[in-house]
Structures are given as structure tokens and as C-alpha cells.
């Protein structure tokens, strides 16, 4: 996949520097987007136009010469790097080797992401290079619109979610429930930890990890952030939320549902219904020239209509809608664009979360999340699996 680096030519020249630095292993989504290469240790990529690659050693130079996008891909041993260790010492050594790297392709001047090694900065600011902050995140920005291919990665991805939460909810249905309310299968506790390991394994066999996922029960579903621990209890609402990343392309996905297994209480039932109800009127709001705003607005507008606290109407609740509408969704899980009080105009590409929740300790959560792409004329959903309450 070629990305579209107009928006940075453009960003160069408007900033008056003469290429663009990363210093940072491939964790870092810009790093990977802009280098096109996977690599677990930091290197630098300098774009200018065309993108070089320098690595510190020659651990990754034949990989990289062959899986990445670069126009060149160089180590420090081709900047002499010994012979700066002995002449300056391996510290400042380093940022001899940057500079020199940089004055091959006529850099005398890089804006860099806002988090960007210090250490980095000062050798080259020391060496005569001017170091300017992109403060807004220029790669960042582009990143969240995505190409048609980013689409069906994102949607491969998504298919694996729907077998792992396929598989969860096939064990809220296999389990019976205990003479205490909890739940049980093959005669042991049904744990969140239990739900969790499935959810994991399904997503490997999917092509897909996970490092944590979001399977929380009664209380433990009122807090959205809570992962959830311990025997799963009935006739109580439980949250499950799993955004995987797809272990071939780094691309996420992110989906949640919530289930009761057993008899919803009267409350759950009601915010369940609630939160559909906003969850369509965000559907609705979303195409492109609106703004992220207004999507969580109509969300709000649902909720407050139905006497449900927001922070929009009160930021000091701790109830109620009580977080953001969505987010972008890519290489991050948490991305660009955002559909919040600040969120900004979405452009066909952005592929965005719709999760409407409402939540307090006394009933526990409520949250149900899709996810979807705007386009030219609106949107489309990504997300095939059914929203149902009771299991």
C-alpha cells in the first residue's frame, strides 16, 4: 500500500523545513505508515520526498531492503560509525552519524511528531540541524483517512471480532445459572477470565491478538474502562468489547456488545433500548461535512431527552453518558478522527466506532459499539453481528 503523502509535501513546504524525522521502532503507528516496515527496535525515517531508512545495525538492513516502501535503506556503518565511537565517543558519535545521514539528501532542516526522542533533537540541534515540533501530528492527521485497501483490512479484521464474540456469547448460552445467580459451565465457575482466554484464542485462529480485552459484569460494567475479573453473574448486564488487531496488516478493529443471561431487570432493558435509539441517531448524523461533534450531539440529544445525565449537559456526572461517541480506528485502536465535543469535520475514509453506554454502580453498564466507514454519500457499517440484550 502506497500512502498518499501529499498532505506532508505540502505540510513541508508550509513549515519551511526540508523533510520530515521519526526516531522509533514500528509500535509507533507513524513509524510503520511512513517506513512501511515492521521492525521491533527504533531506526530513523527521513522523508523528503522520497523516504530513507538508516538502522543503527545490520540486523534488519536486508529485510528492510526488501519488505519496505523506502527509496533508500542505509546503516551507520555507512557513516563511517566507528570511526566516530573512537573519535567522539559511542553517545555523541550517534548524532554525528544523523547528521551526516540528513546532509546526504540536503536536510539542514526536519520537523519531527510531537513525541519524539530528546536525546535525538539536542545531538542534532548540537550538530547545526534545526529541529522544528509538527505539534498537530501532520502523519497522524493522514493517517485517518483511509485508502481502499486500509477499508478491507479493517474489515477483515472485523470479521475475526465477530467469531470471537461469537464464541463468547456461545458460552454466556451454554452456561447454567448456579442457586446463587452466578453462572456456571461443565459444573465450574464461568469467569470473565474464562470468556476472556476464549475470546483470545478464537481471535489467533482468526489471524488476529489481543493483549487485553473487556468482558465486565454488574458493577464492574458501570466504570467503561474496567476489565472485568471473576465469576460472571446472571440476570446482570455484562459488557463485552474486544478490538483485535490483525497480526498481517497491524490494522484494528473494535466492536462491543452487551448481554444478560437470564432476566434483564426493567432499568438494563430500558438503556439498552435507549442506546440503540441514540446508537441510530448517530447513524444518522454521520456523512461527510458533518463534524464529529455533531455526531455526539445526537447522541446527547437522545440521552438528555430521555432524562439521562451527560457530560455534556453536566461535566461533573459520574453517571450517565459519561464518555465520548467514538474514535478513528487503524493502526491505533484510538485514533483520528474523534466523534467528541471537539470532534472535527469527517471526510469520506475515516472509519469511526459508534459506542453509546450508559452507566451506574446501582444497575451496572450499558454499552453497544459498531463500527463504520463514512463514504462520499454517508456511510457503511462494517459491523454484521445482531445487537441482542438477553441470552
Given at each position: 500500500m502506497?500512502?498518499?503523502?501529499?498532505?506532508?509535501?505540502?505540510?513541508?513546504?508550509?513549515?519551511?523545513v526540508?523533510g520530515?524525522?521519526l526516531d522509533?521502532?514500528?509500535?509507533?503507528?507513524?513509524?510503520?505508515?511512513?517506513?512501511?516496515?515492521?521492525?521491533?527496535?527504533?531506526f530513523?525515517?527521513?522523508?523528503?520526498?522520497d523516504?530513507?531508512?538508516l538502522?543503527?545495525?545490520?540486523?534488519?538492513?536486508g529485510?528492510?531492503?526488501?519488505?519496505?516502501?523506502?527509496?533508500?535503506?542505509?546503516?551507520?556503518?555507512d557513516?563511517?560509525?566507528q570511526k566516530?565511537?573512537?573519535?567522539?565517543?559511542?553517545?555523541?558519535?550517534?548524532?554525528?552519524?544523523?547528521?551526516?545521514?540528513l546532509?546526504?539528501?540536503?536536510?539542514?532542516?526536519?520537523?519531527?511528531?510531537p513525541?519524539?526522542?530528546?536525546r535525538?533533537a539536542?545531538?542534532?540541534?548540537?550538530?547545526?540541524?534545526d529541529?522544528?515540533?509538527?505539534t498537530?501530528?501532520?502523519?497522524?492527521?493522514?493517517?485517518?483517512t483511509?485508502?481502499?485497501?486500509?477499508?478491507?483490512?479493517?474489515?477483515?479484521?472485523?470479521?475475526?471480532?465477530?467469531?470471537a464474540?461469537?464464541?463468547?456469547?456461545?458460552?454466556l448460552?451454554?452456561?447454567?445459572?448456579?442457586?446463587?445467580?452466578?453462572?456456571?459451565?461443565?459444573?465450574?465457575?464461568?469467569?470473565?477470565?474464562?470468556?476472556?482466554?476464549?475470546?483470545?484464542?478464537?481471535?489467533?485462529?482468526?489471524?488476529?491478538?489481543?493483549?487485553?480485552?473487556?468482558?465486565?459484569?454488574?458493577?464492574d460494567?458501570?466504570?467503561?474502562?474496567?476489565r472485568?475479573?471473576g465469576?460472571?453473574?446472571?440476570?446482570?448486564?455484562?459488557?463485552i468489547?474486544?478490538f483485535p488487531?490483525?497480526?498481517?496488516?497491524?490494522?484494528?478493529?473494535?466492536?462491543?456488545?452487551?448481554?444478560?443471561?437470564g432476566?434483564?431487570?426493567?432499568?438494563?432493558?430500558?438503556?439498552?433500548?435507549?442506546?440503540?435509539?441514540?446508537?441510530?441517531?448517530?447513524?444518522?448524523?454521520?456523512?461527510?461535512?458533518?463534524?464529529?461533534?455533531d455526531?455526539?450531539?445526537a447522541?446527547?440529544?437522545?440521552y438528555?431527552?430521555?432524562?439521562?445525565?451527560?457530560?455534556?449537559d453536566?461535566?461533573?456526572?459520574?453517571?450517565?453518558?459519561?464518555h465520548?461517541?467514538?474514535?478513528?480506528?487503524?493502526?491505533?485502536v484510538?485514533?483520528?478522527?474523534r466523534?467528541?465535543?471537539?470532534?472535527?469535520?469527517?471526510?469520506?475514509?475515516?472509519i469511526?466506532?459508534?459506542?453509546?453506554?450508559?452507566?451506574?454502580?446501582?444497575?451496572?453498564?450499558?454499552?453497544?459499539?459498531d463500527?463504520?466507514?463514512?463514504?462520499?454519500?454517508?456511510?457503511?457499517?462494517?459491523t454484521?453481528?445482531?445487537i441482542?440484550?438477553a441470552?
Amino acid at each position: 500500500m502506497e500512502p498518499d503523502l501529499s498532505a506532508l509535501d505540502a505540510y513541508l513546504d508550509e513549515a519551511g523545513v526540508d523533510g520530515y524525522l521519526l526516531d522509533a521502532d514500528s509500535e509507533v503507528s507513524d513509524q510503520y505508515y511512513l517506513s512501511g516496515f515492521d521492525a521491533p527496535d527504533p531506526f530513523i525515517t527521513l522523508y523528503d520526498g522520497d523516504t530513507h531508512l538508516l538502522f543503527p545495525r545490520s540486523l534488519e538492513f536486508g529485510r528492510a531492503k526488501r519488505e519496505s516502501r523506502a527509496d533508500t535503506v542505509q546503516r551507520y556503518v555507512d557513516f563511517d560509525h566507528q570511526k566516530k565511537v573512537e573519535e567522539y565517543g559511542p553517545d555523541e558519535a550517534v548524532s554525528h552519524v544523523l547528521a551526516d545521514f540528513l546532509a546526504a539528501y540536503d536536510v539542514d532542516s526536519v520537523a519531527v511528531p510531537p513525541r519524539f526522542p530528546l536525546r535525538t533533537a539536542d545531538g542534532l540541534r548540537t550538530r547545526g540541524v534545526d529541529v522544528t515540533a509538527d505539534t498537530d501530528g501532520i502523519v497522524t492527521e493522514i493517517r485517518a483517512t483511509k485508502t481502499e485497501i486500509e477499508v478491507d483490512h479493517i474489515r477483515t479484521a472485523q470479521r475475526a471480532n465477530e467469531a470471537a464474540m461469537a464464541a463468547a456469547e456461545s458460552l454466556l448460552e451454554a452456561a447454567d445459572i448456579a442457586a446463587d445467580d452466578t453462572l456456571e459451565l461443565d459444573g465450574e465457575p464461568l469467569t470473565s477470565e474464562r470468556v476472556k482466554e476464549e475470546i483470545e484464542v478464537t481471535l489467533l485462529r482468526n489471524g488476529c491478538s489481543l493483549d487485553e480485552t473487556i468482558v465486565a459484569c454488574g458493577a464492574d460494567a458501570a466504570d467503561p474502562h474496567d476489565r472485568g475479573s471473576g465469576p460472571l453473574v446472571a440476570h446482570e448486564p455484562i459488557i463485552i468489547d474486544i478490538f483485535p488487531q490483525d497480526k498481517a496488516t497491524k490494522y484494528h478493529a473494535d466492536m462491543t456488545r452487551t448481554f444478560v443471561k437470564g432476566e434483564p431487570s426493567d432499568a438494563v432493558r430500558e438503556w439498552h433500548d435507549l442506546t440503540e435509539r441514540a446508537m441510530t441517531a448517530a447513524f444518522d448524523a454521520l456523512e461527510p461535512g458533518a463534524t464529529g461533534a455533531d455526531v455526539h450531539d445526537a447522541v446527547c440529544d437522545v440521552y438528555e431527552d430521555a432524562g439521562e445525565p451527560t457530560l455534556r449537559d453536566d461535566e461533573r456526572t459520574e453517571t450517565g453518558f459519561i464518555h465520548s461517541t467514538g474514535h478513528g480506528v487503524g493502526l491505533d485502536v484510538h485514533e483520528l478522527p474523534r466523534l467528541s465535543p471537539n470532534g472535527g469535520e469527517l471526510e469520506p475514509g475515516h472509519i469511526v466506532t459508534i459506542e453509546p453506554g450508559l452507566y451506574d454502580p446501582e444497575v451496572g453498564g450499558v454499552r453497544i459499539e459498531d463500527i463504520a466507514v463514512v463514504t462520499a454519500d454517508g456511510y457503511e457499517n462494517l459491523t454484521e453481528y445482531e445487537i441482542q440484550l438477553a441470552v
